[in-house]
């Protein structure tokens, strides 16, 4: 490793540093490369170097170099490109082109001499501030591995969430399996802008065989095999906004990439997606208990389970192909029960809705007519829905995928870095205190422990100090407002009520009907009060 002599003055703000003077001792390796791979986005690739060779490059000097790959683009990026001069700046033109953006990416590891690497989107515009607590970070040599707390922009840069990671420090310190549970692999590991890793921990070899059983999120898999057992530090602000865009233009991006390779509409969310997690449960990289609670990042802030939406995504597929009937969408009978043994041997509560599935692909096979066909594929996606419409309507899934069981009157979960005690009685976003990285204790609502014995430990101690104190087992809710009172009410008999109901529903066929036309509109009308009182209080 490089010895580095900085002369650096650190300001008030957070994370912000200015080097005014560093020297390498020995060699002129630099400590970061910027590498940009770009392919037929000539304005932005430019205007993005520009941008970094007046803020960045010229700060740094010799301690960061940027390297901008273009993939034979038919545009005017190349042009553009050799009119840029500037000694810490390399160009590559490619002679021969690559035909994914992540192989362009895996490729140009070998124009990168940085003892870190940062892959920078050649559209993500990095946020200046941030980039010194970077150069801070990595001149301490404090992680191998750095993910930054993006917040997420729409296209007209309007602020959907301020961050996506919910986490409470300035940084953690956290195990990348922990954090794959946690946030996933479709969003926080797949944006790539966000992260920075160490070269010599990465593997070229490794990363095109995992590219051959899927180009989309092989990227991802790579660094959770490249930094198995490894530490990665969460940094809790903006390296660069995450731009996400309108549905259509989301499947737009991928249309060329389907053409191109013959698969199916939905192969890379679906089939695909479940050859990739089978490398990391084959190669021991994470457990299959890991896989069961994974739980990914959607654009808003939100969770959902990573394996709801992988089988509800092969649905969508083998629905494509009964809808239709293109050899393109097909899914082979081995496909679909390999596919079927590995997700059962993660979740067998999904035998259900794969037996769904394969009368939906029996459908596709063995029914001539298309009107038949898509008569009958209505009826089996309705009840495949009922069975398994987890990952639509997220419902209590953090709660019965992390609950643990209930001590002392308190409900226990298991969260991706800890454990965490909820009385029942307070008002508490589950999903915002179980899924986050470095939940917070708030006692005597919630209680946070490194693991089940802990946890116990806190609660114990809590009824001895209650005891002593003269408090009992008194209301948490004594002193709280008359809103919160009513709500909590309300939300007891809403619980009680419901019930009653659902036992009154399933009794007979009259009874199921006057629960749907008398319940239902009841539930919406308590929906809305919640939602009400919960802007008032």
């Known amino acids: 490793m490089n010895e580095y002599n900085c002369n650096i003055q650190q300001d008030n703000s957070v994370g912000g540093i200015c080097i005014q003077q560093c020297e390498q001792s020995e060699n002129k390796v630099p400590i970061l490369t910027i590498c940009v791979p770009t392919y037929n986005r000539d304005k932005q690739v430019y205007a993005l170097l520009q941008y970094i060779t007046a803020n960045i490059t010229s700060k740094y000097d010799t301690l960061v170099e940027v390297v901008v790959v273009n993939n034979m683009s038919s545009d005017g990026t190349s042009i553009l490109l050799s009119g ?6 390399r160009i590559i033109q ?19 001499h940085g003892e870190y690497i940062w892959f920078l989107g050649d559209d993500d515009y990095p946020i200046l501030r941030v980039v010194d607590e970077l150069l801070n970070q990595l001149l301490g040599g404090t992680s191998n591995i750095y993910i930054f707390n993006t917040p997420v922009v729409d296209e007209d840069g309007r602020n959907i969430v301020d961050r996506s990671i919910n986490m409470n420090a300035l940084f953690v310190d956290i195990n990348i399996n922990e954090l794959v549970c946690s946030t996933g692999l479709l969003f926080a590991l797949a944006g790539i802008s966000r992260i920075v890793f160490k070269r010599s921990m990465v593997n070229l070899d490794s990363a095109l065989t995992i590219l051959k059983v899927q180009s989309i999120y092989s990227h991802a898999i790579w660094l959770i095999k490249s930094f198995h057992g490894n530490s990665i530090r969460v940094i809790n602000l903006p390296l660069v906004s995450y731009t996400v865009f309108t549905d259509k233009r989301d499947a737009d991006r991928f249309v060329d990439l389907v053409k191109t390779t013959s698969a199916g509409t939905y192969e890379y969310w679906s089939f695909g997606l479940i050859r ?15 896989l069961y609670r994974t739980f990914e990042i959607r654009r808003d802030g939100s969770h959902f389970r990573l394996l709801d ?4 995504m092969c649905w969508r597929q083998i629905h494509r192909y009964v809808s ?5 969408e097909a899914v082979s009978t081995d496909v679909f029960e390999e596919s079927r043994k590995f997700v059962l041997s993660i979740d067998p509560s999904f035998s259900i809705a794969f037996g769904y599935l394969e009368n939906l692909l029996y459908c596709a096979t063995s029914i001539g007519s298309r ?14 829905n009922s069975s398994a419409g987890g990952y639509v309507h997220f419902g209590d899934r953090v709660h019965k995928v992390l609950y643990r069981g209930m001590l002392y009157n308190y409900n226990i979960y298991q969260g991706p870095s800890r454990w965490v005690a909820i009385n029942p009685l307070c008002h508490i976003n589950l999903e915002k205190v179980v899924l986050c990285l470095d939940p917070s204790a708030s006692a005597p609502c919630v209680y946070i422990g490194n693991d089940l014995c802990d946890i116990e430990r806190q609660l114990i101690e809590n009824i001895k100090y209650r005891l002593q104190s003269g408090i ?14 009513f709500r909590r009410t309300l939300d007891a008999f809403n619980v009680n009520f419901a019930t009653l109901l659902e036992l009154f529903r399933q009794a007979s066929a009259p009874k199921r009907v006057l629960w749907k036309y008398g319940y239902r509109p009841y539930k919406k009308v308590r929906d809305k009060i919640r939602s009400i009182l919960s802007r008032l209080l």
């Not at 939406?309 to 509800?312: A, D, G, I, N």
């Open 324 to 328: 239709t009937g293109n050899a393109n």
């Open 84 to 89: 840029h001069h500037d000694i810490n700046t």
């Open 276 to 290: 990739l997690l089978n490398i990391l449960i084959s190669e021991h990289l994470i457990s299959p208990d890991e």
């Open 371 to 384: 009107f038949s066909r898509h008569f009958t594929a209505k009826k089996i996606s309705s009840q495949f």
């Open 472 to 485: 009992g087992d008194g209301d948490p809710f004594a002193n709280t407002s008359n809103a919160e009172n």
């Open 94 to 112: 490619r002679t021969t082109f690559l035909p994914t953006a992540e192989e362009n990416i895996f490729r140009s590891l070998e124009y990168c």
């Open 309 to 312: 939406f992988v089988v509800h």
